[in-house]
């Protein structure tokens, strides 16, 4: 029997085996060239410096991170949500002081953990949005730190730099300032009550006096404070890299603006 292949044959399978492996071999640069033929994404931004203070870095996430925790600061109750313009005061106001507390000797005004257990108690159980939510109990404190994007660990961090500035401004300027009984049962009737809704529980004034004094105390040492901040920061180098911030309010315009108003666990907004 003839098994001899016609010529034509062989010609179409080498012809067709050649052609596989061309497009086995280019495929790939093909695919390539494609890729590289699409326009490149634009790289992701993962966060910015929006402001510099004496070459330290404000980054835009400082103040997301501010915004958050501002619901701990009773000075802004029946403000308004901070804005991006008055956080990044506030930060500026922080980096400032900060410096100057570290020419000093920090250890001096660092405060104990007992304090800051102290301050956390009485958010939890005096901080009007936190009776509403029932953060004295346990369930209720987690619920509270959820919905506002805090952590305990981050809120302890808060308030134990919150109380090291405190203490920091109290050494320069308290000195000499005596607050009445009068004045602290005003606050306690005209600032505080107003705060609570009908029904809830609202702590006695024996309770939350130690707490007013300390508010009306900060109040008057915030008047030469803030003339002390306003030189601290025309002497310094601030500067304000995102335009969209420039319009910020002034340094001494409010609590918003001010660091040190309160250290956070006020039983009321201080007016």
Known sequence: MNTRIPIRFLFARCHAALWLCAVAL?????????????????????DSVVA???????????????????????????????TRQGALEQLISRALIEQQIREQ??????PSQDEVNARLEQIRKQLPACVRQNCATDAGWKAFLAAHGLTPERVESYLRYRLEILSFIEQRFRQGIQISPQQVESYYHDILLPQYAPGETVPPLDQVAPRIQEILLEKQVNVLFD????????QGDVEVLDPSLESAAPLNSGPAANPVASSGAAPGASR
């Open 52 to 82: 510099v203070v004496n070459k330290r870095a404000i980054l835009a996430s400082d103040i997301d991170d501010e915004i958050r925790l501002s619901v701990l600061d009773p000075n802004l109750v029946g403000q308004g949500t901070l």
């Open 26 to 46: 280019f495929a790939p640069c093909a695919a390539l060239c494609a890729a590289q033929s699409d326009p490149p994404s634009a790289p992701a931004v993962l």
């Open 227 to 234: 003339a002390w901040l306003t030189n601290l920061r025309s």
């Open 105 to 110: 000797d920090m250890q001096a005004i660092a």
